[in-house]
DNA sequence: CAAACATATTGATAAATCTCGATATATGAA
DNA sequence: TTCATATATCGAGATTTATCAATATGTTTG
C-alpha cells in the first residue's frame, strides 16, 4: 500500500505502458516482494475485493493502484 | 478500546473508587467482552506492554484507561 | 494469619493465517 | 493453432493466534 502511494519512486517503468495510471503490475509487486507468484496473486485478488485496491486489465497484464475512496474509510474507522 | 473512551456510558460505577479517572477494572471489562478471566487478563497485559493502555492499582483492583498518547502516534502511522 | 477475592501466568488445543508448489486459465505473439 | 508469458486457483504444511481451564500470585478483610 505504502508503495504505491508513488509507484514512480518504488517500480521500474512498464515495457509497454507509459504510465502509471493504473498503478503497477502483478509481477513487480510479486518480485519486490520477494513472496511467491501465487501468496502474491491471492493476496491482491483478497484486497481488491475487499475494496482497498482497484485492478484494471491491460492486455496479459493486471495492473493494481490503491483504492483512495475505500482507504479513507478504513482509516477514518480506525481513527 | 471504544468503551474505553467513555466508560460512565459502558460500564457500572466501581464499588469503592467513585470516578473512572483511572478507567475500568478488569473484571469489568471481562465480563462485557464475554471471554474468560485469563484470556482478557492476558489480552490488557499486552495491550499495556504496547502502550495502548495505562494501567494503575488500587488495592486488589487494576484499572486500564486508554493512552491516548501512544493510540495517537499509532493511528498516525496507520493513516 | 487464613479466607476470599482480583489478577496474572502456564500449558494446551482448535482455528486461522501465511506461504508455497503444482496446476489451471487467459492473452498476445509467432 | 501453438507457444510463451502473466495471472489465478487449489491443496497442503508450518506457523501464529485465540482462547480456555487450571493454577499461582497478590491484596484486603475478618
Do not use: A
Not at 508503495?3 to 507509459?18: D, M
Not at 520477494?34 to 483478497?46: A, G, H, K, P, V
Amino acid at each position: 500500500m505504502e508503495w504505491l502511494k508513488e509507484p514512480e519512486k518504488h517500480f521500474p517503468p512498464h515495457e509497454t505502458l507509459k504510465h502509471f495510471n493504473d498503478g503497477v503490475c502483478v509481477t513487480y509487486i510479486q518480485e519486490k516482494t520477494e513472496l511467491s507468484q501465487s501468496t502474491i496473486s491471492t493476496y491482491l485478488t483478497n484486497m481488491e475485493k475487499c475494496g482497498l485496491l482497484i485492478s484494471t486489465r491491460h492486455g496479459k497484464w493486471s495492473y493494481l493502484k490503491r483504492n483512495e475512496e475505500t482507504i479513507k474509510q478504513f482509516t477514518d474507522f480506525l481513527t
